[in-house]
């Protein structure tokens, strides 16, 4: 049996990893057995989208979003670029721009069914857009930086209506979405691109964006705990083409940007069929359950799988490997900040320059640790993937399924199978793939009933 035994606050959840605070409310501990037991990834191909030359719709350019609707109806967002954030190589990288991008939409059996979404300025185009997510009702919910909100869609594709964001600019946008099985609503773990009103941040917001108004409705659910950071200090350059106003908003922003230590613990969430989210925010094996919008945690599993300590030897390496990047491509590192002309409004100026312009931030710090985890997410059914490090500091490793009343199901290997980028109906995965020739595909496979 599994022991669980009921603890309160001024237990530390973990006295050698440097853990969030836990809650005032009683919490249960499950601990899960240490010894992996195997899982076979024989997953049943249903079809499969992505071929090197054919029609329009089944040629596909960048893969950036997958998901699917209580139909199982398969969207995928693609296009030839976007606009964002991404944090990749170990060093910052800020690019914001535009794309061109579109959400093709196929049925459970691969069958095309239509494609919405063009680039422009107006009611349901896509100015820069930065996160999606889709509603099981089959509505799609885009966060667009030039529209400086959330553009809605419903199943046929028709543009519904804007909700503005929060704050009024493009910090008020957040990329990050995970829908709400319960309608009306997405989940966000970050607080927009940049922080927006300055200083260094605390924690790591879990919020509830509610899109039944005219402006986006914020509720936090969870306060995930935040790493101690220094502040970067970073300052325009003086050669960056960006309007006067735009250009406060980014220096107040950039004044409080805090650069996150390297191999420092991601905030990894999922969302359960009821609303409820299950996280991890420290270097431990630790998922936390809160019940839906209340917040605290009531529940915690853990394994008896221990981070590695970051040595000398891995501060080396690594820094050798960002220096080879860094010849190699002109990335990587610590100290790149890069930013494409944008516009005031958020979306990119139709006559802007390519031109990037490079930020020169202080060197990094190292994470005392390297984090167990590297990936979650949830399945329709409420089953917890969980993605473990694998042998070396920045590699992928087992996937553990786990529910979410603590039973252990098994491990699947490290080669076994990739962690799906999108979970469906009736044991629906789709996995964003490249084949023999380098050619986007999507694959959907079905789970066994013991892992969905």
Do not use: C
Not at 132 to 140: E, I, N, P
Not at 144 to 155: A, E, K, T
Not at 170 to 198: C, E, K, Y
């Amino acid at each position: 049996m599994t022991p669980r035994t009921l603890v309160t606050t001024g237990i530390a959840l973990l006295a050698t990893t440097l853990p969030a605070p836990l809650t005032l409310a009683a919490q249960e501990v499950i601990d899960l057995p240490g010894r992996d037991q195997r899982l076979a990834a024989d997953f049943e191909e249903v079809f499969r989208i992505g071929v090197l030359d054919g029609e329009d719709w089944e040629m596909l350019g960048t893969v950036g979003h997958v998901a699917f609707d209580e139909k199982g109806n398969l969207y995928i967002v693609d296009g030839s670029g976007g606009g964002g954030m991404s944090f990749g190589g170990g060093a910052p990288v800020v690019v914001m721009g535009s794309g061109s991008q579109r959400v093709l939409v196929f049925d459970a059996s691969g069958n095309y069914l239509r494609e919405f979404g063009t680039s422009g300025e107006g009611p349901g185009e896509f100015n820069v857009p930065a996160g999606f997510a889709v509603l099981r009702d089959g509505t799609t919910v885009v966060s667009d930086l030039g529209h400086v909100g959330y553009q809605l869609f419903d199943p046929s594709g028709a543009f519904l209506r804007k909700v503005r964001g929060s704050s009024g600019t493009t910090q008020g946008v957040s990329r990050n979405l995970l829908g709400d099985p319960r309608g009306t609503a997405v989940f966000t773990l970050d607080r927009g691109i940049l922080n927006s009103g300055g200083g260094t941040p605390t924690s790591r917001p879990i919020m509830r964006l509610g899109l039944a108004d005219d402006e986006v409705r914020t509720d936090t659910v969870v306060e995930a705990w935040l790493p101690p950071r220094g502040e970067a200090g970073i300052k325009l350059p003086g050669n960056l083409n960006v309007p006067g106003e735009a250009a406060s908003q980014l220096s107040k922003a950039l004044s409080g940007f805090s650069q996150p230590s390297i191999f420092e613990p991601g905030l990894l969430a999922g969302v359960f069929p009821d609303g409820g989210i299950v996280y991890s925010d420290s270097s431990a094996y630790a998922l936390k359950i809160t019940r839906p919008d209340a917040g605290e945690v009531t529940r915690i599993i853990r394994r008896p799988i221990e981070p590695e300590p970051v040595t000398p030897r891995i501060e080396k390496e690594h820094r050798e490997r960002q220096e080879a990047l860094r010849e190699a491509t002109g990335f990587g590192g610590g100290a790149i900040v890069q930013f494409q002309g944008v516009a005031s409004g958020g979306g990119a100026s139709p006559g802007a320059s390519d031109e990037l312009f490079t930020l020169d931030m202080p060197e990094r710090t190292y994470y005392p640790e390297i984090p167990v985890l590297r990936g979650l997410s949830t399945t329709w059914e409420g089953n917890i993937w969980v993605r473990r490090r694998g042998d070396e500091p920045e590699s992928h490793g087992p996937i553990d399924v786990v529910t979410a009343d603590g039973r252990y199901v098994g491990t699947f290997a490290k080669d076994a199978t990739e962690m799906p980028d999108a979970f469906g109906p009736n044991g629906m995965a789709a996995f964003i793939e490249r084949d023999e020739f380098d050619v986007a595909r999507v694959v959907v496979r079905r789970l066994p009933e013991a892992v969905r």
